[in-house]
């Protein structure tokens, strides 16, 4: 078991940052990957970015984030980070982290956990 707890959405003006952050905690040594999917009212949750245990990050393949949105992660604090730089109102929505939990039983199984999920506000 894996409990999320994300923190550090907000409102914030057009061009401005904010700081995600999520901490991990529970069996954290089975968790491989973690990121943040988003998702607005009436559309599907989406990818932002996700980093595995060595550090490698994958960004959604729009250009919508890339070059603006950072994912880092700290494993010895068991968190993940998402700097959000150059916001626009259409990063507008409600931020979810999320861990890949793996262990094996007789194979390799990947359970996704999620946090509660924070709102983030970018006003015009």
């Known amino acids: 078991q894996v409990q999320l707890v994300e923190s550090g959405g907000g409102l914030v003006q057009a061009g401005g940052s904010l700081r995600l952050s999520c901490a991990a905690s529970?069996?954290?040594?089975?968790?491989?990957?973690m990121g943040w999917y988003r998702q607005v009212p009436g559309k599907q949750r989406e990818l932002v970015a996700t980093?595995?245990?060595?550090?490698?990050?994958?960004?959604a393949d729009s250009d919508s984030v890339k070059g603006r949105f950072t994912i880092s992660r700290d494993n010895a604090k068991n968190t993940v980070y998402l700097q959000m730089n150059s916001l626009k109102p259409e990063d507008t929505a409600v931020y979810y982290c999320?861990?890949?939990?793996?262990?094996?039983?007789?194979?390799?199984?990947?359970?996704?956990?999620w946090g509660q999920g924070t709102q983030v506000t970018v006003s015009s």
């Open positions: 999320n861990a890949k939990y793996r262990i094996w039983i007789g194979s390799w199984r990947e359970y996704n956990y």
């Open positions: 529970g069996s954290t040594s089975n968790i491989n990957a």
């Open positions: 980093i595995d245990s060595g550090g490698s990050a994958v960004y």
